[in-house]
């Protein structure tokens, strides 16, 4: 599978600043591109995921920018709280694959402080 | 409540030591997954099963083993085979009959060799 590279490995944001997480891939079939978000101790869950077909997609705080011709997608925070520390893991996936064919980027860790 | 329970939470494993982690699933979905996780290196699929009785081996299945007797298990084996099974092991589930699916994970068990 091709990789997907995700960066920072970690980011540490004051409460109220906009944290910004990029990924990167190769492979041009993938067109399924997922942010999953995980707690310490707990699995990862899905917060947020866009097809190529949009440049941007919002849910709540939580923006997926994508850039098509760059192979490039990135996670915006709004407003961040302390409650979104967490480790982010962005993935992608051919659009035959199922979830078996999703290749994850490396993580970045997030601290919100106060 | 629906969801995937996996047991134990903690292992610990001794040389030469085949080892079982357990995953069980209520939510009716057709597809398993065991991902390894490692810090600095993302979620690393290990096995994968899309129907009862069948299987099949994802990106590092060497010195692991897996079976799918019911729909709602499917318990993974560490080997002996195994030389660094040090790590946070993730079960998760999937529909099974869409591509682009929601991955749902559970809390993981983390193995630790004595």
């Known amino acids: 599978q091709q990789q997907v590279k995700q960066s920072p490995q970690s980011l540490i944001v004051q409460k109220g600043g906009i944290p910004i997480i990029n990924c990167a891939y190769e492979n041009t079939a993938f067109d399924y591109f997922p942010w999953y978000q995980q707690f310490p101790g707990k699995g990862p869950a899905l917060l947020i995921a866009i097809r190529p077909d949009v440049s941007e997609k919002k849910e709540g705080r939580f923006t997926i920018s994508f850039n098509k011709s760059a192979k490039q997608f990135s996670l915006h925070i709004m407003d961040s709280q302390p409650g979104d520390s967490a480790t982010y893991f962005c993935?992608?996936?051919?659009?035959?694959?199922?979830?078996?064919?999703?290749?994850f980027g490396t993580g970045t860790r997030l601290q919100v402080t106060l | 409540d629906g969801g995937i329970t996996q047991s134990p939470k903690y292992l610990f494993r001794k040389e030469g030591q085949n080892v079982t982690l357990s995953c069980e699933q209520n939510?009716?979905?057709?597809?398993m997954y065991w991902y390894r996780q490692d810090p600095g290196q993302g979620l690393r699929l290990i096995y994968y099963?899309?129907?009862?009785?069948?299987?099949q081996k994802g990106d590092i299945a060497e010195g692991y083993s897996v079976s799918r007797e019911k729909k709602e298990s499917f318990p993974l084996t560490v080997t002996s085979a195994q030389k660094n099974p040090t790590a946070f092991y993730l079960c998760?589930?999937?529909?099974?009959?869409?591509?682009?699916?929601?991955?749902?994970f559970g809390s993981g068990t983390q193995l630790s060799v004595l």
């Open positions: 939510l009716n979905h057709d597809a």
């Open positions: 099963s899309q129907i009862v009785n069948d299987f």
């Open positions: 998760a589930s999937s529909q099974g009959r869409t591509t682009n699916e929601k991955l749902f």
């Open positions: 993935a992608a996936s051919p659009y035959t694959g199922t979830a078996s064919k999703l290749t």
